[in-house]
């Protein structure tokens, strides 16, 4: 089988990318359509005491000028908190209002208090211009440790002290207990710094009211376009599920940042009513850093205790998550569940605490992007273990090595069941692959060059294929976390597979194909992936958490499983034999062990027929699963990267970055490799390069490709990638996960070997040229004075 | 207005377009080849290259106006039927994921390899990277894009 799973087979979906047929949103066109431009608030925290959109009504083209007001006054309901955090106190979050169109205070930069809807994009731009809004300015906070002082300014009413939730996991006694008790104490301050997300696509939406119908169509950039809809029609009321139809046809990469339903899709779909105009909105790229949802934005402390054999005895972590000026969709659960449960990391830890104060700033929302969580724990407990073992004076992969858990199933105090792993091969792996060996003489000939060599390891697990919908339920969410899928069987044999899952770079069309044409023995060419269409698909939860192999294609498998038994029946009963001795392959239905045969088109024909099937048999071949997974899954591996330091500059050069993940069961391999380096390359943008800057007024002075440093070809090195796979048990593939890895694993590794390099520790991200060259000349003032 | 007139894709076009239309505007909207892409608004991204008179340019830095009498290929126009050798060293390396980016990409790729051919210079790893520094992918991580290239640089070679 060459074409099936475990085969490098080339995607499907890369013809029409490559002859610039994509159907992305912004290529679509209605008729008639017209055109939005948003007002937006240059400041970061002011009230709205006026919006004069007299002047602009007038201007050419001009169709209509909409504000908050209007907007709620028609029934448009707030934008929602998906998931419900309950505070150390028992209570719920501090949850304040967010309007799709603000009305009587803005509180970021960006935020939407009118729009214009016009003929010509250029018209509704200019018109945007002319409207007059008057603004009383109040003072900002940007910085969620500002925030958080007394005296800051206040955002939102009901949220005293800018607080919106504090909420904490594990056991504080015990684990201060076993701090108290330990031989060695590392402790330390990291920062998580804020990043864009800068799918290259911007988002962009196209709303069709057909009053005759009273329907709504939208096509937008959406990760999950039924999710879409459910909060559309049961939140936002912009319509009822029934009458809207939500497309997300082509989407140009997500990262995350295309989950959420934003302010200006809910806008579109009502101007589009009010104007009974198709209303089309699309993001520049200063509008995406100043609207889509960034990611990350932690400032801990961080206290890890050793005994005297070195093994850990406690963490203790306290973190201030910036969740920006509203709750996104999922904004709760990413500094909570998404975080702090991963905190054991791959060790043996009897005792952990974490608390996170979650809070409101004069800032963009904050939500999952590419790791969503997992990135800020991983990067706090390998830098921690790093440090650890530098003071100890100890080999940090042996430190880690120590502390290994080795033996699954194995309940950490943060509430997971890590299911299955090979923490050591995959360490072993990727040292061999380094040539770590090596590494001591490859420093000393860089040295002899005037550079600095260093090397850091970095031993990520992460969670992944969320999740239970009951488990999740019980933590606050508002959804269920399943998948669901649909195999149609043509008459003719053909195969469409309508799945929830969405694609939007992961190559869904390729992998999908892959799993079915190795149950049935069929070409991959008689094999079609349907997604992103409310109106063909049941249902679906979207592709975000590296779910769409896990959960997705587990649903996939079953509805395959409910096919197969099915089209088993329909041959026994034409093939007069036992349905038990019915065998599928190569695209045959046979009866084993003798040359009774039909095709696997013959049995579609037989089932759509009808005229021979079993007693009782309904006519047809199509089955439905909703697939509800059993656990999270876990990936984890270990990334080692090796770096030059120019000590003149600062400027670092990585020389070589090596990954060994488990990823479980591969369907593709060139397609998990492609999903690691793209990965690994966000987290090197995180690491050197990425850093969205805020003023002391809140303004965002990184809103461009001129001032936020996107990785580029020249910044990266080339990937060594490599797996030891242990099967997963939690579904039916034995699947994990491959989409976030890579963002999760590399930042430390990358910190842990440019602060080897330079012998300062003191280090944050992004390390940027003049920041590694201010540590250096730190570490050698502090030499010289010592 | 400005009467505009090229040949797009080797076909004669002509249009009475707004003074500060961009050439990107116009092959998007007004003829309607929607494989060039707007990735942002600083002239960084390079989703939206195409070639202008044999030569990769960026089509939102351009008006339409300025291409009055030129010969601009996009990427609908790289090949006649079936893919040209650079998309296809695209797919057969996965130099692609969300296929946003991949146009601005390709017209790059092949200008590079047309120009360092001309010169008689070596199309190196290092040289890949550092002629992407006007296109931006968020997805790949590059590692494929420069194997896809190179590949697409032999395949150019001996097509």
Redesign the interface.
């Given at each position: 089988m060459t074409e099936g799973i475990g085969a490098r087979v080339?995607?499907k979906?890369?013809?029409?990318?490559?002859?610039?047929?994509?159907?992305?949103t912004?290529?679509i066109?209605e008729p008639n359509q017209a055109y939005a431009a948003f007002v937006r608030s240059p400041y970061a925290h002011a009230e709205v005491k006026s919006i004069d959109a007299s002047a602009a009504e007038g201007m050419d083209g001009v169709v209509a000028v909409l504000n908050g007001e209007q907007l709620t006054g028609d029934g448009i309901g707030n934008i929602i908190c998906g998931w419900a955090v309950t505070q150390k106190d028992g209570s719920g979050m501090n949850m304040g209002a967010w309007s799709a169109l603000a009305t009587n205070k803005v509180r970021y930069v960006g935020d939407a208090v009118a729009v214009v809807i016009a003929d010509s994009i250029?018209q509704a731009r200019n018109a945007a211009e002319a409207v007059e809004v008057d603004y009383k300015i109040l003072p900002a906070v940007a910085q969620s440790v500002d925030a958080l002082a007394s005296g800051a300014p206040e955002i939102h009413e009901n949220a005293p002290g800018n607080v919106v939730f504090d909420w904490e996991i594990g056991e504080l006694a015990p684990t201060d207990a076993a701090l108290e008790g330990a031989a060695h104490i590392t402790e330390m301050e990291i920062t998580n710094n804020r990043l864009a997300p800068?799918?290259?696509?911007?988002r962009s939406a196209i709303a069709t009211f057909n009053a005759a119908e009273d329907h709504y169509t939208l096509y937008t950039t959406s990760q999950n376009p039924h999710v879409a809809r459910l909060v559309l029609s049961a939140f936002y009321q912009v319509a009822p599920e029934h009458k809207l139809r939500v497309i997300a046809p082509?989407?140009?990469?997500g990262?995350g940042s295309k989950i959420y339903i934003y302010p200006e899709e809910i806008t579109c779909l009502w101007a589009s009513m009010k104007t009974n105009r198709s209303v089309k909105w699309t993001s520049?790229?200063?509008e995406a850093f100043l609207t889509d949802a960034h990611g990350r934005d932690h400032v801990s402390t961080a206290k890890i205790g050793f005994d005297k054999d070195h093994k850990i005895v406690g963490l203790k972590v306290n973190t201030k998550a910036n969740l920006g000026a509203y709750m996104s969709l999922f904004s709760s659960a990413v500094p909570t569940y998404l975080y702090a449960t991963l905190l054991s990391g791959q060790y043996n830890i009897s005792n952990i605490y974490c608390d996170v104060q979650a809070v409101y700033t004069n800032t963009v929302p904050v939500d999952a992007y590419r790791g969503a969580g997992r990135p800020e724990a991983c990067y706090l407990l390998e830098r921690i273990m790093e440090t650890a073992a530098r003071e100890l004076g100890v080999s940090p992969a042996e430190l880690r090595r120590k502390n290994f858990v080795t033996s699954f199933p194995h309940e950490t105090p943060v509430i997971m069941t890590y299911d299955s792993g090979d923490f050591a091969t995959n360490q072993e792996q990727a040292m061999t692959a380094a040539d770590f060996d090596g590494f001591e003489a490859r420093r000393a000939e860089a040295a002899s060059r005037g550079k600095l060599r260093g090397i850091g390891f970095s031993n990520y697990i992460e969670a992944c294929g969320i999740a239970p919908s009951a488990a999740v339920g019980s933590l606050g969410a508002g959804v269920g976390l399943w998948e669901s899928a649909e195999v149609r069987v043509n008459p003719v044999g053909t195969i469409e597979v309508l799945t929830g899952s969405h694609s939007?770079?992961?190559?869904h069309e390729t992998t999908f194909t892959q799993v079915v044409a190795e149950r049935f023995g069929l070409p991959t060419e008689n094999i079609q992936i349907v997604h992103g269409d409310t109106d063909k698909v049941q249902f679906g939860m979207g592709t975000y958490g590296s779910r769409s192999g896990a959960v997705g294609m587990s649903a996939i498998f079953k509805a395959l499983d409910k096919v197969e038994a099915k089209a088993k029946k329909i041959a026994a009963h034409v093939l007069e034999a036992s349905e038990d001795d019915i065998v599928i392959e190569g695209g045959e239905v046979k009866v084993a062990g003798t040359d009774k045969t039909m095709g696997w088109h013959e049995v579609g024909l037989a089932a759509y027929t009808g005229h021979n099937l079993p007693e009782g048999m309904e006519p047809g071949l199509k089955e439905t699963s909703f697939y509800d997974p059993t656990n999270f899954t876990f990936p984890a591996g270990c990334y080692i990267c090796e770096v030059e330091v120019d000590p003149d500059t600062g400027v670092t050069d990585i020389i070589q970055f090596v990954a060994s993940d488990d990823f479980g069961t591969i369907i593709n391999p060139?397609?998990v490799?492609?999903q690691v380096?793209?990965?690994?390359?966000?987290g090197i943008g995180q690491a050197m390069l990425e850093n969205v800057v805020y003023d002391d007024d809140a303004q965002q002075l990184s809103a461009?490709?001129?001032d936020y440093a996107?990785?580029?070809?020249?910044d990266?090195p080339?990937?060594s990638v490599h797996h030891a796979s242990t099967e997963c048990p939690g579904n039916p593939l034995g699947m994990k996960g491959c989409g976030e890895a890579?963002a999760i694993g590399s930042p430390p590794a990358v910190i842990n070997a440019i602060t080897d390099a330079i012998g300062n520790n003191d280090l944050s991200m992004p390390a940027t040229p003049s920041k590694v060259w201010a540590a250096l000349q730190a570490a050698s003032a502090k030499q010289a004075a010592e | 207005m400005t009467e505009v007139s090229m040949t797009v894709n080797g076909k004669a076009v002509k249009a009475d377009v707004?003074d500060?239309t961009l050439l990107v505007q116009y092959i998007?909207e007004h003829l309607?080849?929607?494989?060039?892409?707007?990735?942002?608004?600083?002239s960084?991204?390079g989703?939206c290259v195409v070639h202008v008179d044999g030569k990769a340019m960026k089509s939102c830095t351009m008006l339409a106006a300025a291409a009055d009498g030129a010969e601009v290929t996009?990427?609908?126009g790289i090949?006649d039927n079936d893919?040209h050798p650079m998309?296809t060293a695209?797919?057969?390396n996965?130099g692609?994921?969300?296929?946003?980016?991949?146009?601005g990409m390709?017209m790059t790729a092949t200008d590079m390899v047309k120009r360092y051919q001309a010169d008689g210079l070596e199309l190196t790893e290092?040289a890949?990277?550092?002629e992407?520094?006007g296109?931006?992918?968020?997805?790949?991580?590059?590692?494929?894009?420069?194997k896809a290239i190179a590949d697409g640089a032999s395949k150019m070679t001996s097509a």
């Amino acid at each position: 089988m060459t074409e099936g799973i475990g085969a490098r087979v080339l995607r499907k979906e890369d013809k029409r990318f490559l002859m610039g047929k994509g159907r992305y949103t912004d290529d679509i066109v209605e008729p008639n359509q017209a055109y939005a431009a948003f007002v937006r608030s240059p400041y970061a925290h002011a009230e709205v005491k006026s919006i004069d959109a007299s002047a602009a009504e007038g201007m050419d083209g001009v169709v209509a000028v909409l504000n908050g007001e209007q907007l709620t006054g028609d029934g448009i309901g707030n934008i929602i908190c998906g998931w419900a955090v309950t505070q150390k106190d028992g209570s719920g979050m501090n949850m304040g209002a967010w309007s799709a169109l603000a009305t009587n205070k803005v509180r970021y930069v960006g935020d939407a208090v009118a729009v214009v809807i016009a003929d010509s994009i250029e018209q509704a731009r200019n018109a945007a211009e002319a409207v007059e809004v008057d603004y009383k300015i109040l003072p900002a906070v940007a910085q969620s440790v500002d925030a958080l002082a007394s005296g800051a300014p206040e955002i939102h009413e009901n949220a005293p002290g800018n607080v919106v939730f504090d909420w904490e996991i594990g056991e504080l006694a015990p684990t201060d207990a076993a701090l108290e008790g330990a031989a060695h104490i590392t402790e330390m301050e990291i920062t998580n710094n804020r990043l864009a997300p800068n799918p290259m696509e911007p988002r962009s939406a196209i709303a069709t009211f057909n009053a005759a119908e009273d329907h709504y169509t939208l096509y937008t950039t959406s990760q999950n376009p039924h999710v879409a809809r459910l909060v559309l029609s049961a939140f936002y009321q912009v319509a009822p599920e029934h009458k809207l139809r939500v497309i997300a046809p082509d989407v140009g990469g997500g990262f995350g940042s295309k989950i959420y339903i934003y302010p200006e899709e809910i806008t579109c779909l009502w101007a589009s009513m009010k104007t009974n105009r198709s209303v089309k909105w699309t993001s520049d790229r200063t509008e995406a850093f100043l609207t889509d949802a960034h990611g990350r934005d932690h400032v801990s402390t961080a206290k890890i205790g050793f005994d005297k054999d070195h093994k850990i005895v406690g963490l203790k972590v306290n973190t201030k998550a910036n969740l920006g000026a509203y709750m996104s969709l999922f904004s709760s659960a990413v500094p909570t569940y998404l975080y702090a449960t991963l905190l054991s990391g791959q060790y043996n830890i009897s005792n952990i605490y974490c608390d996170v104060q979650a809070v409101y700033t004069n800032t963009v929302p904050v939500d999952a992007y590419r790791g969503a969580g997992r990135p800020e724990a991983c990067y706090l407990l390998e830098r921690i273990m790093e440090t650890a073992a530098r003071e100890l004076g100890v080999s940090p992969a042996e430190l880690r090595r120590k502390n290994f858990v080795t033996s699954f199933p194995h309940e950490t105090p943060v509430i997971m069941t890590y299911d299955s792993g090979d923490f050591a091969t995959n360490q072993e792996q990727a040292m061999t692959a380094a040539d770590f060996d090596g590494f001591e003489a490859r420093r000393a000939e860089a040295a002899s060059r005037g550079k600095l060599r260093g090397i850091g390891f970095s031993n990520y697990i992460e969670a992944c294929g969320i999740a239970p919908s009951a488990a999740v339920g019980s933590l606050g969410a508002g959804v269920g976390l399943w998948e669901s899928a649909e195999v149609r069987v043509n008459p003719v044999g053909t195969i469409e597979v309508l799945t929830g899952s969405h694609s939007h770079g992961q190559g869904h069309e390729t992998t999908f194909t892959q799993v079915v044409a190795e149950r049935f023995g069929l070409p991959t060419e008689n094999i079609q992936i349907v997604h992103g269409d409310t109106d063909k698909v049941q249902f679906g939860m979207g592709t975000y958490g590296s779910r769409s192999g896990a959960v997705g294609m587990s649903a996939i498998f079953k509805a395959l499983d409910k096919v197969e038994a099915k089209a088993k029946k329909i041959a026994a009963h034409v093939l007069e034999a036992s349905e038990d001795d019915i065998v599928i392959e190569g695209g045959e239905v046979k009866v084993a062990g003798t040359d009774k045969t039909m095709g696997w088109h013959e049995v579609g024909l037989a089932a759509y027929t009808g005229h021979n099937l079993p007693e009782g048999m309904e006519p047809g071949l199509k089955e439905t699963s909703f697939y509800d997974p059993t656990n999270f899954t876990f990936p984890a591996g270990c990334y080692i990267c090796e770096v030059e330091v120019d000590p003149d500059t600062g400027v670092t050069d990585i020389i070589q970055f090596v990954a060994s993940d488990d990823f479980g069961t591969i369907i593709n391999p060139m397609i998990v490799e492609g999903q690691v380096h793209g990965g690994i390359a966000q987290g090197i943008g995180q690491a050197m390069l990425e850093n969205v800057v805020y003023d002391d007024d809140a303004q965002q002075l990184s809103a461009s490709y001129m001032d936020y440093a996107m990785p580029r070809a020249d910044d990266l090195p080339n990937y060594s990638v490599h797996h030891a796979s242990t099967e997963c048990p939690g579904n039916p593939l034995g699947m994990k996960g491959c989409g976030e890895a890579g963002a999760i694993g590399s930042p430390p590794a990358v910190i842990n070997a440019i602060t080897d390099a330079i012998g300062n520790n003191d280090l944050s991200m992004p390390a940027t040229p003049s920041k590694v060259w201010a540590a250096l000349q730190a570490a050698s003032a502090k030499q010289a004075a010592e | 207005m400005t009467e505009v007139s090229m040949t797009v894709n080797g076909k004669a076009v002509k249009a009475d377009v707004p003074d500060n239309t961009l050439l990107v505007q116009y092959i998007r909207e007004h003829l309607r080849l929607t494989g060039t892409h707007v990735g942002c608004d600083t002239s960084q991204c390079g989703a939206c290259v195409v070639h202008v008179d044999g030569k990769a340019m960026k089509s939102c830095t351009m008006l339409a106006a300025a291409a009055d009498g030129a010969e601009v290929t996009t990427i609908e126009g790289i090949a006649d039927n079936d893919l040209h050798p650079m998309q296809t060293a695209f797919k057969e390396n996965h130099g692609l994921q969300c296929g946003f980016c991949t146009p601005g990409m390709i017209m790059t790729a092949t200008d590079m390899v047309k120009r360092y051919q001309a010169d008689g210079l070596e199309l190196t790893e290092d040289a890949i990277r550092h002629e992407l520094e006007g296109n931006i992918c968020r997805c790949t991580g590059y590692h494929n894009i420069v194997k896809a290239i190179a590949d697409g640089a032999s395949k150019m070679t001996s097509a």
